[in-house]
RNA sequence: GUCCCCAUCGUCUAGCCCGGUCCAGGACACCGGCCUUUCACGCCGGCGACACGAGUUCAAAUCUCGUUGGGGACGCCA
């Protein structure tokens, strides 16, 4: 069996989104499954959208989500004088053809077939041409494009797709497709058959809006003498109005880069777009890196598209028309679902399953951005601070929720939540001085440890003749500015004993 | 407009190739309950779909045809 080589070529023409990210992955996972190659080719041919930023942004993407290739990037703009050679191969070869047909009487003919209901297809004047005519009008200087002669026979291209099956397109419904510009410069179709040709690609996969190229690609083969690659597309991710995710209509919601921002553990955003077209006949949907490689094939790949059902707000506009989003069933007010539902709760899996040590080498980078790091967190204070983490995060969504809900737990300057001081705190106004009075009680104790903690709380409660939850709430809402939490004998003597005190004092305050 | 692809719960999907085991299974979300000092986790239960119409057949989500709907490609973009 040849070496499997897959290949990731993305243009860089702005961040990299989750459609690519998808496409990247699934190349990545063929690869690994059958101990093969990923190459990572760069398409910047279109130089005036090409941008350094856009690169940097699509490699620090793949990197951040885990997916590694083996060679390049390649940049397909160092490759220009290989395609060029091929167009010239190709025309020496009688294989294409110079085309003198100007934009503007092209752009006439289109119109004029659209106005009488047609369709357009290049009609092949040029392709008529004698040698004798073609050298006239070169002699003249007249700009012209190469086109590719595709067969006139009747006949059509096929190919058996890994995923889609058997596709086959007619010849009479190819046009001779241009492969190189009037400024020399060869085209897409081209340049990616040329660069997958040199490349060795055994497999192209990519997205199912290559599948209606691939016919005109295997021309370019075929003419090319070049033995083909096996060809598997994927269902495209589509938005809300069921139109092709873009990075230029969407904006940041589709971008990897949103999600690393917003706290998603690059493995649960992989894991999450996997699902997206593709899944196992069990019913398992939480798989490890290993267990995807393991996992993976065609087979498991659907053929129609899916949405990504990312959260937009109430109404949305398209058309024009403004309309209710009916789609959603989740309580659109809640922050927690700020992208698709499904891509949330699995990133909450990863948060509270995975090693703590890993969660801790991820909030560290946070807390650095945000100010919140202590050096200490990596040397004495290690084991406080994870098990901060361990108790905390069974609650959360995002690495960002350790610096924002599970602040108190860290600093000082954190925020009430507005439901609790209402609920926990204000709604019993004896608190004002029952808080501070346990705070006397727990600053007699030598040390607050769990039972300890609850022991005092208790006989606390039945001297006051309340329900102990009323205290155990309240000391909830000032010492964390939480309405939930873990079990608070455990906060009393996870949190320092002087935040303890000191914040159950400090109730007063909020009586005020 | 032309060519191609697709069509199962709100969303992601299983089942379809090899009709009966499917008055259609799972996940997320939503609702209810249990657990609990709170919330979350977990567990239990509920809501909720075979686009439509013909045909084939004893039997169709599964096969065939048509309709409708959606998507993609049709560029001197990649």
Known sequence: MTEVRVRFPPSPTGYLHIGGARTAIYNWLFARKHG????LRIEDTDAERSTQESIQGILDGLEWLGVTWDEGPYFQSEYAAEHMAAAQRLLADGNAYKCFCSKEELEAKREAAAAAKGDYRYDGVCRKLSPEQVREKEAQGLPYVIRFKVPQEPGKVGFDDQVYGRVERAHEDIEDFVIVRSNGMPLYLLCNVVDDIRDRISHVIRGQDGLSNTPRQILLYRALGAELPIFAHMPLTLDLNKAKIS???HGEIVSVQFYREQGFLPWALANFLVLLGWSTSDDREIFSREELIEAFSFDGITRSNSIFNYRKDDAFSFDGITRSNSIFNYRKDDPKFFTDPKAININAHYLRTLPIEEIGALVKVEFQKEGLWDSAYDGEKKQWFLKNLD???ERFHTLKDFASLGRAWFADDFAM?????????LKHPGLKEWLPMLAERFDALPELSHDETERVCREFAEELGVKVGVLVNGARAVITGQVKGPSMFEVFAQISK????????????YFE
């Open 498 to 509: 002087q935040r303890v005190v000191t914040r159950l004092k400090g109730a007063t305050q």
């Open 391 to 393: 108790m905390t995060r």
């Open 36 to 39: 093969g190659k990923l190459v």
């Open 417 to 425: 939540d507005e439901t609790a001081l209402a609920k926990n705190v």
């Open 247 to 249: 990075k230029r209509s």
